[in-house]
């Protein structure tokens, strides 16, 4: 038999939805409190609170004076006066003296209950669906959404004055002065020295775009990237290959760190020397953390969800390396809008992810075909396909360039200019690289000098 201690109610606080009402009937502007945590009447428990809530709601929007008066002329006339106690009940809640502070921690319970509510809703459907037996696929597709709707509730007050920011800074000021390696901490270096001085190292939040023409060497550039942050700098990097195969991705990481020629390794023409150095890179190599995902036409939803699950299961995501930009999809369904659109869209949501998780993200982009019919083919920020979007979005944007791609005969041979076309906040500068093509290696060209003597 079951006993009545054993029932349990969904959650809920009645006295905080009580303070809340009680808020609005003190301070009509204590509603602006709650606009940022976008309570509804919804988020309210008692079905009584609700019709109350919905009724300051249309008050409000038609900007007339909250108060027991108007708020029971309303409830009157929508036919729920007699439902919520009547007007009584309206006096019994505005003699409830709520500070505006208190009042939005009211607001926050509220709103917290509401969404335990909806979780518990969630996963009754979950379990109602399993139990009819639906089909698997279409259930996982569901339960995603579902949980993604749920994560998109925010608790976070955006709206912060300047005094309060600026305490903070002064915190993080005195705590960098007296510990100045928590500079270096949270971001990745590239592991090229002059691209590091003019980048300061790739920041936490911020969107990288690095763009090319084919053929430039640009998965090569961002595969050393992850090699020096994962090996130098032990950070964990995620590497979401479009275009070719983990197996791929592998074989171009192990020649560059063992420095044997790709074809070698493709075609399995090893000596004794090539497996030692082979063995010896595998090695070190199984010792990092990179995580490659090969899956093609990958949306921007399974990318989040990889993402947030790698940041919870490993603790530590560091990095994120998308080749590249123009092969994403903004979901696996066709939109209205056109391919310019949602590049623009994918864009946004990869800086707003990069903000989120709080990690550089390094996106590959394809450069238009208008270089190719320039005498000076030298990549310019107009040359983006989809540029307006990315161009706004991205913190930095790299341009790789080779001339001897164009000029075989030209002294510059293997050498591969960097432009920063875009720096936010910094200089825009170029650098200049030595690209060992066989192994698909980038060097500084004072290590590659030191290296020839």
Not at 203 to 218: N, Q, V
Not at 349 to 357: M, Q, T, V, Y
Not at 418 to 426: Q, S
């Amino acid at each position: 038999m079951v006993n009545i201690e054993d029932l349990k109610l969904p959650p809920h606080n009645i006295e905080a939805e009580k303070g809340v009402i009680a808020a609005v009937f003190l301070d009509n502007d204590n509603m602006y409190i709650f606009d940022w945590l976008a309570l509804t009447d919804k988020d309210f428990y008692l079905k009584e609170h609700q019709y109350i809530y919905k009724a300051i709601l249309e008050l409000r929007n038609e900007k007339k004076t909250i108060d027991v008066v108007t708020l029971s002329d309303r409830l009157k006339k929508d036919w729920v006066l007699d439902n919520i106690g009547g007007i009584d009940y309206l006096y019994e809640l505005s003699s409830i003296i709520v500070s505006p502070s208190v009042a939005k921690e009211y607001a926050k319970i509220v709103k917290e209950k509401s969404v335990l509510r909806q979780i518990l809703k969630t996963a009754q459907k979950i379990i109602w669906d399993v139990y009819e037996e639906k089909d698997i696929h279409e259930i996982l597709d569901t339960i995603e959404k579902r949980i993604f709707d749920l994560t998109q509730v925010d608790f976070h007050d955006s709206l912060r004055h300047i005094k309060e920011i600026l305490d903070q800074r002064a915190q993080e000021y005195v705590e960098i002065v007296d510990n100045p390696e928590i500079l270096e901490k949270n971001k990745v270096l590239s592991g090229y020295k002059k691209l590091d001085s003019i980048l300061w190292g790739f920041k936490p939040g911020e969107l990288i775009i690095l763009a090319a023409r084919p053929s430039m060497g640009k998965t090569a550039f961002s595969l050393n990237l992850a090699i020096n942050a994962a090996l130098k700098q032990q950070k964990a990097v995620a590497i979401f290959s479009l275009e070719m195969s983990s197996e791929q991705i592998v074989d171009r990481i192990l020649s560059s760190v063992s420095e044997i020629p790709l074809y070698k390794i493709h075609k399995w023409l090893l000596d004794e020397e090539d497996f030692a150095k082979l063995g010896e890179a595998m090695e070190k190599l199984s010792e990092v953390n990179i995580y490659i995902d090969d899956r093609w036409g990958s949306t921007i939803p399974e990318l989040k969800s990889k993402l947030r699950r790698l940041k919870i299961e490993k603790w530590q995501l560091d990095m994120v390396i998308i080749d590249y930009l123009q092969l994403m999809s903004w979901t696996q369904f066709k939109w209205a809008w056109n391919r310019v659109q949602e590049i623009a869209e994918i864009s946004r949501w990869l800086k707003e992810l990069a903000r989120e998780l709080k990690i550089p993200i390094i996106a590959l982009s394809q450069l238009s075909r208008a270089v190719e019919q320039r005498p000076d083919k030298r990549p310019q920020l107009a040359d983006l396909r989809e540029s307006w979007a990315i161009e706004q979005d991205a913190d930095a944007v790299l341009m790789l360039y080779r001339e001897d791609y164009y000029d075989p005969e030209t002294d510059r041979k293997w050498i591969a200019d960097v432009f920063i076309r875009k720096n936010r906040n910094w200089p825009v500068w170029e650098v200049q690289l030595y690209f060992k093509k066989d192994i698909m290696k980038f060097y500084d060209i004072e290590e590659n000098e030191e290296m020839m003597e």
